[in-house]
């Protein structure tokens, strides 16, 4: 017996076990396509971890190799499926700012009413991810349709869509085993740095799954009251900046925190960029998430994060 | 013949519960989607893996049907409908279904894969966990009726059903057999979202259909049960006795899917300590209120 087991590591309870890296996507139920988790399992307690993104964009353009302003907007947003609207916006602002143009205040009022409209979405859509985790399969449906019908909906709609919504977090308030499930799971060390978004708001408070998963259903509100405030939702399109050159920098609080991007534009082509994102932050704190606990949990934990791995950038 | 109609009623329940399955997760009734189904998993590859354990990958699906058959063989549908009328009939249903943790630990170690391994482990942790809640109201439910013998328990029930008698025990019966049939929010061995199907994630093919045929028989095995033992088994009003069994064993069946699909998946620690701490005094509490009901009351 000592023999067998007389090199293998050892467990926290000083037990011998054989250790497995088990992959965990990048096609799994629990977690967004294209992430990837592997995790080094000792029975089922995790004793380490990592996540890599398979299908994160590459920063900065390559050398001396131009893009036309629209067909830039067009990529950006085109490779960030699950915030297309956000990266939008912020290419159309980095660019129109590197051309000079100063804001017109109608057609910043619109573009923020479709932000909010994708921030609503996209928490929807990660309320619907957490239930399929969660094998909450009332969740799943539920938050699947509305988002749906959020992403269709007009500005009028949207508003008649409010109680609909009130009326999901009132439930989920109510459930049964979800505050067990979720309290307590995913706390992230105190002085962790470079959060953003949903993520650093619910730090403020407990810091937890369940935390995070108020404070996107807050923000979801908050998100309909502030259009029913302003008005009909209008997607970004890129002004006219005739041949305009110069550098543009611009921030946008996208629906999983703040993602900057800073170009340069020449003769209205852009010569190169840099962008910068929450995910790519945030991804790094999965081995400290998942270190030492139960599998579901740490499954839950990462979820939690809501990371887009097409946000990630490398 | 007995033997035949057990086993004709058995799947004619597994059917409709396919359909009322199939009806709450695609929204759409399709009678014929569960035959459709299974002739699409006989038709299908069925994949085996690269080094597993042959004997237990073939046998652990095969074993979880035979499992979930013996324990239905000792329910009766009617006074003389039963298979097998044990002596012993309320103790065999906890003897054979004890098996299905042998079948699900043999499901997660005959693929070789780390997901089925974690889900076969997880399932005995599960055991531990509900195994008390499933023995200690059947034997508050022998107490009343002074017999082992499944017949004879539902003859206790003329007049009275253990729901209304010991709703405590059928409370703790409903949940334990929810978390043997390992149905959400007690999928922990199979779980989607964490193991990607973990027992049935290497199965494919043929073996996938037994697997589920046997998911869905268990079902209908621990439905009648809890309606033999709460549910006066076979006595109702004008429709004959078999027929108030089959629709009392789908109404249980139906509500422990549906339960699931409200709920979920609850944490392994906590299905732990809440049967071990909750639990199992509650059962004792049962035992005891019934066992003061029996000398007081004639």
Redesign the interface.
């Known amino acids: 017996m000592i023999e067998v087991t007389k090199d293998l590591p050892r467990s926290a309870d000083g037990l011998a076990m054989d250790w ?1 890296e ?1 992959p ?1 996507g990048p096609v ?3 977690l967004p396509g294209g992430l990837k988790l592997t995790l080094t ?1 000792d ?2 307690g995790v004793t380490e971890g990592q996540a890599t993104s398979l299908v994160g964009m590459i920063n900065e353009s390559e050398e001396g190799k131009e893009i036309g302003a629209e067909t830039f907007i067009e990529r950006l947003a085109s490779a960030m499926p699950l915030a297309s609207v956000s990266y939008r916006l912020l290419a159309c602002l980095a660019i129109e700012r590197a051309a000079g143009l100063e804001n017109d205040s109608a057609t910043d009022q619109a573009r923020a009413v479709a932000l909010e409209c994708e921030r609503i979405a996209s928490h929807l859509g990660w309320l619907a991810q957490t ?9 799943t449906d539920r938050a699947a349709t509305l988002q749906l019908e959020i992403r269709r909906a007009s500005g009028k709609r949207l508003l008649e869509l409010t109680p609909a919504l009130h009326a999901l977090a009132a439930r989920l308030g109510r ?4 505050k ?2 979720l309290k307590g799971i995913g706390i992230l060390p105190s002085g962790t740095g470079g959060l953003s978004g949903p993520v650093a708001r619910a730090a403020d408070d407990a810091g937890d799954a369940w935390a995070r998963l108020w404070q996107r259903l807050d923000e979801i509100i908050t998100s309909l009251d502030y259009i029913k405030a302003t008005g009909e939702p209008g997607l970004p399109v890129l002004r006219n900046i005739g041949r305009g050159s110069g550098t543009g920098e611009a921030t946008v609080e996208t629906p999983r925190g703040e993602a900057q991007l800073s170009l340069i534009l020449e003769h209205g082509q852009v010569k190169s960029y840099r962008l910068d994102t929450a995910c790519s932050h945030h991804i790094g704190l999965v081995a400290k998430l998942v270190e030492g606990r ?4 740490a ?1 839950v934990a990462v979820g939690s994060l809501d990371l887009s791995p097409w946000e990630v950038i490398s | 013949m007995n033997f035949v109609i057990v086993l004709v009623a058995l799947l004619g329940s597994v059917w409709l519960l396919a359909v009322v399955e199939g009806w ?2 695609t929204g759409r009734l399709r009678p014929a989607a569960p035959l459709l189904s299974g002739l699409a998993h006989l038709g299908r590859e069925s994949i085996v893996p690269r080094t597993p354990d042959r004997v237990f990958f073939e046998t652990a699906p095969v074993l979880l049907l035979i499992v979930a058959v013996l324990g239905a063989a000792v329910l009766p549908l009617a006074p003389t409908l039963v298979i097998a009328d044990l002596a012993t009939g309320a103790l065999f249903i906890n003897a054979a279904l004890a098996y299905v943790l042998v079948a699900l630990i043999m499901a997660g170690w005959g693929p070789n894969g ?2 089925a391994m ?1 889900g076969g ?2 399932f005995l942790g599960q055991l531990i966990a509900y195994a008390m809640l499933i023995v200690m109201p059947i034997t508050a439910v022998a107490m009343r009726a002074e017999s082992l013998v499944t017949t004879v328990i539902v003859g206790s029930q003329d007049g009275l059903w253990n729901i209304v008698y010991q709703p405590l025990g059928f409370v703790l019966f409903f949940i334990a057999a929810m978390a043997l049939a390992f149905r ?2 007690f ?2 061995p199979t ?6 199907g973990g027992v049935d994630a290497e199965y494919t093919g043929v073996r996938l259909g037994v697997l589920r045929l046997a998911r869905l028989t268990l079902v209908i095995t621990l439905a009648s049960a809890t309606t033999v033992f709460y549910l006066g088994g076979w006595h109702g009003p004008l429709l004959p006795p078999w027929a108030w069994s089959l629709i009392k064993t789908l109404a249980v069946a139906v509500s422990m899917l549906l339960a ?11 299905l732990m300590r809440w049967c071990w701490t909750l639990g199992i005094p509650l059962a004792l509490l049962n035992i005891i209120v019934v066992g003061l009901l029996v000398l007081v009351v004639p």
Do not use: H, K
Not at chain 1, 131 to 139: C, H, K, N, T
Not at chain 1, 175 to 178: E, I, R, V
């Open positions: 497995m088990v965990f799994f139920p629990g399992l029975g089922d239930g399929r985790q969660l094998g909450f399969a009332w969740l459930t049964p085993l979800l067990s499930r139960e599998l579901g949990d499954l | 709450t997760t780390a997901y974690i482990w997880r959400a929010p999928d922990l779980a989607p979202g964490e193991l990607g699931g699909r409200y709920l979920p998946r609850i944490r392994e620690a906590d």
